[in-house]
């Protein structure tokens, strides 16, 4: 079963890696923009599909991530490996923060710690403005280069993304395999049980909520060079919802499932908006038409309902 | 793996433990040692206290007032896995399993969970030969080899009262405490299961509360009464039984 | 820093959280009633701005804007309550979502209907203009609005101490099981304070539209500072919506005062550091 889905999702980034040559520019940019924002929904599906932890603040990893970048690579014009290392380890730094204020509470009480949280980084963008520019953003952020292999035009961009998606997909894939991902799901199911057999608890969230907070964080640094520019729209509370909509639309607890939510958003939003000015109200819409009629998601509807 | 038995101490030792929620005191000035390897029944009529003072010994909830050590530690304000972690394991009266997860996967948690494995992040569980093979042996034990890749929530009463054993047994326990194994079961279920209950490792420590008592005496030697909080009663079977207070409040005689 | 600097500050700070206490106080009973989590709820501080200022428009009648904005986002909590949210109890995803969604739909009629542009919802003359005391100034309006909050705060502790009703709610926020148990109806009371809740942020909504104007986007900057009054206040709890808007309120104005560039920091981070200490707010229970 397990080795039927590895080799579904291999075939997957193989397809993609195929047609990309073969695709117009903006479906092109679209799929890029796919993957570094299905990077995102996997790594809050870890918390939330998996441990149980419904974060509304995971924007905020996200955003340290795409600030530092945008930051380091217009002021002190650092290179590719720089920005990933210290954008990565800064997320890294801030979940840890965050974590050891948020990870004590249980519920809607974690729910609303972590949209705190989430403001707190949201405000640092918006109002700190002589590191961020405030509400004009970082713009001019340019595509990376790795050493001789120049990345800046969309189809080596998109194959870096790929790359870049596969191996944090196949990362997260082990870690919820894995022991440790076993007890995250078991904690998902009995805390209580989980303390009686002899686990702490508190440690297993910690642990999860950080090495969450490194992939969203991932996908952050991608951004800034994706998107070329970063701004308050990026760590706003509605991203962090929307994150949650990929999650819950592709199906919580299937990680690759999220991605594909991931996906379809990115999609629907961007030609809704190019047919329609009224996308927000299909958006909307989408949200209500989710929750009512489709809980358990795409992939966990395809997988048959086992919750 | 299992440390020697340190005589000088009891396996479970409760000294003057309380526990009051509001004004109610649920658990009043209880004090108890458990010899390694005593098999005791704590009875009593509902709402005596029993369950909650499971509650105190695990570290589900904290003592009011009161002692609480296990093969002579203190572990009166360690939180329940430290207190896991020197020998003590649980069952639950209200089924409490991973009800998503196979009945493998419910025994492989127990089972890791003494071990470093489960901070381990990059191999999948399944490659994880030694823990495979102890988790299958424990549901052999209570008879679930052949419910392996049954996903619990689908399991039959009978069968998760079973899971529960199991899991309390998968970690290798010195002291258990078994709340109710019986509770929902059939008759023909509740023989099942006292047979499986008899048949424990002797070395382990087991308080159990049951509520059917021919069970409950059966597989005990000492026994506890609680009424309304405390202790009323205290030593082997016959002499409990034949406690005229015992016979009054609980035994209805 | 003169005096009058801290006077005047105090004074912004207080009436702001005259505001805030409009629009959260609600939003704490629904949170504690039904454990709901309404990303909606800045949307209904907007679209009772909206409505108040068509009617304004219309009549000339700041009154009539006041209850017709309180009237008509009632009756859309009302329609939430009734055929949506309630399918979700206790499904605390499912309250985000479909929040959220509602809110990202109100935002993209409120800008059919009423556009792009800023406006002011006009105010009587009688408010406009200001006072002295001593030597710092008070604009009335703003005075208006401590009023008003003062007013509406003594009416829902009255209510909720004095009457009948105000007991089924306060049963309901302390265990809605065991209310149920003892024949609450509580699917009625939940229904009459997700309405109040709805039209006394519209109510801010109007007040607020008079200072701080109606514009596309509204809902989602006020929301925040209805999470975090609730959340620092505790919830379904009346003297922490009053402490918590105040305490906002405060630290709002003082933290763009002082330190402009870091003045959402100061209000969001005690606010953490509160949750991180008494995870259920100043003055709830767990």
């Known amino acids: 079963m397990i080795v039927r889905r590895a080799l579904l999702a291999v075939a997957a980034i193989v397809v993609l890696a195929v047609i990309a040559p073969l695709l117009p520019a903006y479906p092109l940019t679209l799929l890029t923009q796919a993957l570094i924002v299905g990077i995102l929904a996997m790594s809050l599906d870890v918390l939330l599909g998996y441990t149980g932890l419904t974060s509304l603040g995971h924007a905020a990893y996200f955003g340290v991530g795409a600030y530092a970048v945008a930051i380091m690579t217009t002021e002190k014009q650092a290179g590719l490996i720089p920005c990933l290392v210290i954008g990565v380890l800064l997320a890294a730094a801030t979940a840890a923060v965050f974590g050891l204020l948020a990870i004590r509470a249980t519920g809607t009480y974690f729910l609303m710690i972590t949209l705190a949280l989430g403001m707190v980084i949201w405000g640092l963008a918006f109002r700190w403005v002589s590191l961020t520019k405030g509400d004009n953003g970082i713009a001019g952020v340019p595509r990376p280069s790795l050493g001789p292999l120049e990345l800046s035009g969309p189809l080596p961009f998109f194959y870096f993304c790929l790359v870049a998606a596969a191996v944090a997909w196949a990362l997260m894939g082990l870690l919820v395999m894995s022991p440790f991902g076993l007890g995250l799901r078991g904690i998902r199911g009995s805390e209580s049980r989980m303390l009686a057999l002899g686990y702490n608890v508190w440690l297993h969230k910690y642990a999860a909520f950080v090495i969450s907070g490194v992939f969203a964080g991932f996908g952050g640094t991608l951004w800034a060079y994706y998107n070329g520019f970063v701004s308050p729209n990026d760590v706003q509370l509605v991203t962090s919802v929307e994150t949650l909509l990929m999650v819950a639309l592709g199906g919580s607890g299937t990680l690759i499932g999220p991605a594909i939510g991931a996906g379809l958003i990115v999609f629907l939003k961007n030609f809704a908006s190019v047919y329609t000015k009224r996308w927000l109200l299909i958006l909307g819409a989408v949200y209500i038409g989710v929750i009512l009629y489709a809980p358990s998601g795409i992939v966990g509807a395809l997988r048959g309902r086992r919750r | ?253 | 820093m003169s005096t009058e600097f801290w006077i005047a500050q105090s004074f912004n700070g207080i009436s702001y959280g005259a505001l805030l206490f409009l629009l959260a106080s609600g939003l704490s009973l629904i949170f504690g009633v039904m454990r709901i989590v309404n990303l909606a709820h800045g949307s209904y501080f907007m679209l009772g701005g909206y409505v108040g200022l068509t009617v304004a428009l219309r009549t000339h009648s700041f009154t009539l804007a006041c209850l017709a904005g309180a009237v008509a986002i009632g009756l859309v909590g009302i329609g939430m309550e009734r055929l949506f949210l309630r399918r979700l109890r206790s499904e605390v995803l499912g309250q985000v979502l479909l929040t959220i969604g509602f809110a990202l739909i109100f935002q993209d009629l409120a800008l059919l209907i009423w556009g792009g542009d800023p406006y002011t919802v006009p105010i009587p003359a009688v408010l406009t203009g200001t006072v002295r005391l001593g030597g710092a100034v008070f604009p009335i309006y703003r005075i208006f609005i401590v009023v008003v909050a003062i007013v509406v705060g003594l009416g829902m502790w009255l209510a909720l101490d004095r009457t009948r009703a105000g007991a089924m709610i306060r049963a309901a926020v302390d265990d809605a099981e065991m209310a149920q148990g003892v024949g609450i109806n509580v699917p009625r009371v939940s229904l009459i304070v997700f309405a109040l809740g709805a039209a006394l942020a519209a109510l801010g909504g109007v007040i607020g539209g008079g200072f701080l104007g109606v514009y596309p986007g509204a809902d989602f900057e006020v929301l925040p500072y209805a999470f975090v009054v609730v959340i620092v206040g505790g919830l379904g709890s009346l003297p922490g919506a009053v402490a918590g808007s105040l305490l906002v309120g405060l630290l709002d104005n003082f933290g763009k005062a002082l330190f402009p560039e870091l003045s959402y920091f100061t209000l969001f981070a005690p606010m953490a550091v509160i949750l991180a200490l008494r995870p259920t707010g100043l003055f709830g229970r767990s």
């Open chain 2, 1 to 253: 793996m299992r440390a020697p038995v340190e005589t000088a101490h009891a396996a479970l030792r409760l000294e003057a433990v309380c526990r009051s929620f509001g004004g109610l005191q649920a658990v009043d000035a209880v004090t108890l040692a458990v010899r390694p390897g005593e098999r005791r029944a704590l009875i009593g009529p509902n709402g005596a206290g029993k369950t909650t003072l499971f509650n105190l010994i695990s570290g589900a909830l904290p003592l009011t007032t009161g002692r609480i050590s296990l093969f002579g530690h203190d572990v009166t304000s360690a939180p329940a896995h430290r207190r896991a972690a020197l020998g003590l394991s649980r069952t639950f009266q209200i089924t409490n399993l991973f009800p998503d997860l196979t009945v493998l996967e419910n025994c492989l948690l127990a089972v890791q969970a003494h071990t470093r494995a489960r901070f381990a992040m990059l191999r999948p569980v399944s490659h994880y030969a030694t823990l495979l093979d102890r988790a299958r042996v424990t549901l052999a034990s209570l008879a679930l080899e052949n419910l392996g890749d049954a996903v619990v929530r689908n399991l039959s009463h009978g069968e998760q009262r079973q899971l529960e054993i199991a899991l309390a047994l998968a970690g290798r326990p010195r002291v258990l405490l078994l709340d109710e194994p019986t509770a929902g079961l059939s008759p023909a279920e509740s023989r099942l299961m006292a047979g499986l209950l008899r048949g424990l490792d002797p070395a382990i420590t087991v308080l159990m509360i049951e509520h059917d008592m021919d069970i409950a005496l059966e597989l005990s030697e000492m026994v506890t009464v609680l009424h309304y909080g405390r202790v009323i009663a205290d030593g082997p079977r016959e002499q409990v039984k034949a406690d005229p207070q015992v016979k009054e409040i609980y035994l209805g005689a």
